[in-house]
């Protein structure tokens, strides 16, 4: 058996195979390189029992001769690294024989036989292999290697062009040096998905996974001691941070942009949450490197802003119809402002990869357990507690808040909110849903509140009046939404806290 470790990306550009040989002479990387052409196909049972075991089979013929029959169990990915446990019999037929493996790599109530009986080939992938055997100035060799190809199933087929960096022998910190050299020269990113997934895709359909950043829960239990807990946390947040971009690349839609601004955040109020028992400065320095992608993603919230008032499924077009020159005005700003290919180009940057990349190294460093450090059943209700105190205390300094008061006081609220989104699953569902609607329902007014405003102050800077119905339901859209966020404001403040006990 094999265990495959290893970093996979999705690159695009022309030459790549030419420019990865310029670019290891030019950093004085020895190799050696070979050229194959693989063909592979991928077998299943008709109900999926391999898929349903997380297993994966395949026979691969090289270069039109030597065939090989792998079996790949269940493994991890976290953030683009791929570990897998893999195993490899040269065969002589291109039909499957998964009884010529050890019986001692099935599950115990998998029948072998019956499977064995009613496999059918599924999809195929054929690609042409350029990989490098690179010796690293550490002494780890990696291979790198260079697929360019189809995926071919259901009378459908879908390209590849992508990069995996392998470890083959010595330090898995030898992929993350090679990987960052690539980096300033190609449009990469991680890719989530391996072959057969993508074929399975392309044979059964994909289900896109809905992401809320809003709701999202982190897969923190009781069990766990605070550094586990960080480290599942964290690797969700990576692993949603990469499917939304993913969705974004297939979708180009604002309202993405802005779940991956709010995924980022996330990520980001781990972090700060667990800065006191993360190793070294990396939890600051990637923290910073956030902020920096956050400030380059800001034009989102004014775009998906504008987006609301000038669609003709937003909940205001018929309202700013009153005023033509206030919708044109609005669809040539935000004809300016959304730059759906410079959001692309931002997520294959040297920026965003090394981000991810060092949020992968921050879930894989070995931590030391300190003596200081307190148990997760007390860190947790302690952080709850101080950031919805910070956010009462500031909600009822005044009877009646103002929309500026509102607009002022979201920050506190998200912060609030990403600290539930963090500890929430360690307590009673019911209590925690019940206690979150009222704070969700204050968080998405303020939203609401902040398109308002925005649409408020362009009439005030309008070269022409406004016309007056335009004005009048504005003034009574703000009135009535105000109503709206206290009443949400006092049935919020009057719940007990979840985390607390009775």
């Known amino acids: 058996m094999d265990t495959e470790i290893e970093l996979k990306y999705l ?26 052409h693989l063909r592979n196909c991928y077998f299943d049972t008709p109900d999926l029992l391999l898929r349903k075991a997380d297993t994966g089979l395949r026979i691969r013929q090289y270069d039109g001769e030597r065939l090989e029959q792998t079996i790949k169990t269940k493994g991890k990915v976290i953030g683009g690294l791929h570990q897998r446990p893999e195993y490899n019999l040269e065969v002589s037929s291109e039909t499957p024989d998964i009884a010529l493996f050890s019986d001692d790599i099935w599950p115990e109530d998998f029948n072998v036989t019956a499977v064995n009986e009613q496999l059918i080939e599924l999809f195929n992938t054929d690609f042409t292999r350029a990989a490098w055997l690179v010796e690293m100035p550490s002494g780890s060799q990696i291979e790198l290697a260079y697929d360019v190809g189809s995926i071919t199933g259901n009378e459908q087929q879908c390209g ?16 993350f040096d090679l990987a960052q050299i690539l980096f300033k020269h190609f449009k990469m990113r991680p890719g989530t998905e391996s072959k057969a997934a993508r074929g399975y895709a392309l044979v059964f359909g994909k289900k896109d996974e809905y992401i809320s950043s809003a709701n999202t829960q982190l897969n923190i239990t009781k069990q766990m001691n605070v550094l586990d807990s960080f480290n599942v946390g964290f690797s969700q947040c990576l692993k949603q941070l990469q499917l939304l971009v993913d969705k ?5 839609d604002i309202n993405i942009l802005r779940e991956v601004s709010d995924s980022l955040a996330l990520a980001r109020h781990g972090l700060w949450l667990y800065a006191d028992y993360l190793t070294g400065n990396h939890g600051k320095e990637l923290r910073t490197k956030i902020n920096g992608l956050l400030h380059e993603l800001a034009w989102t919230e004014t775009a998906r802003q504008i987006k609301e008032l ?9 309202k700013v119809e ?26 294959h940057s040297e920026a965003f990869n090394e981000l991810q990349l060092s949020m992968l190294q921050m879930i894989l460093i070995e931590t030391p357990y300190k003596d200081n450090i307190p148990e997760l059943s007390d860190f947790a209700p302690s952080w709850l507690s101080i950031h919805l105190k910070q956010l009462t205390t500031e909600l009822v300094t005044k009877e009646a808040l103002t929309v500026e ?7 506190l609220l998200t912060r609030s909110l990403l600290t539930g989104s963090w500890f929430g699953l360690l307590f009673d569902r019911e209590k925690r849903l019940e206690f979150r ?10 939203d609401e509140l902040a398109t308002l405003q925005f649409l408020k102050e362009h009439l005030q800077n309008a070269s022409e ?38």
Do not use: M
Not at 12 to 33: A, P
Not at 310 to 318: A, C, V
Not at 437 to 446: A, K, M, T
């Open 437 to 446: 609607g009222p704070w969700l329902d204050l968080h998405q007014g303020i």
């Open 160 to 175: 590849i062009s992508e990069i995996e960096i392998e470890l083959v022998s010595g330090e898995r910190e030898a992929l």
């Open 310 to 318: 000038t669609t003709k499924t937003g909940r205001y077009r018929k």
């Open 11 to 36: 690159v695009s550009g022309e030459k790549i195979s030419e420019n990865i040989d310029s670019l290891l002479i030019q950093h004085n990387l020895s190799y050696k390189k070979q050229i194959k």
């Open 405 to 411: 008061d509102y607009l002022n006081h979201h920050r």
């Open 322 to 347: 009153y005023s033509q020159n206030l919708l044109t005005q609005l669809k040539d700003e935000n004809h300016a402002i959304i730059d759906f290919e410079k959001a692309s180009k931002l997520f």
């Open 465 to 502: 009046e406004p016309p007056l119905k335009l004005i009048n339901w504005l003034d009574n859209k703000l009135e009535n939404l105000l109503c709206a966020l206290e009443h949400s404001k006092d049935a919020a403040l009057n719940l007990s806290p979840y985390w607390l006990k009775a």
């Open 248 to 252: 974004f690349e297939a979708d180009n």
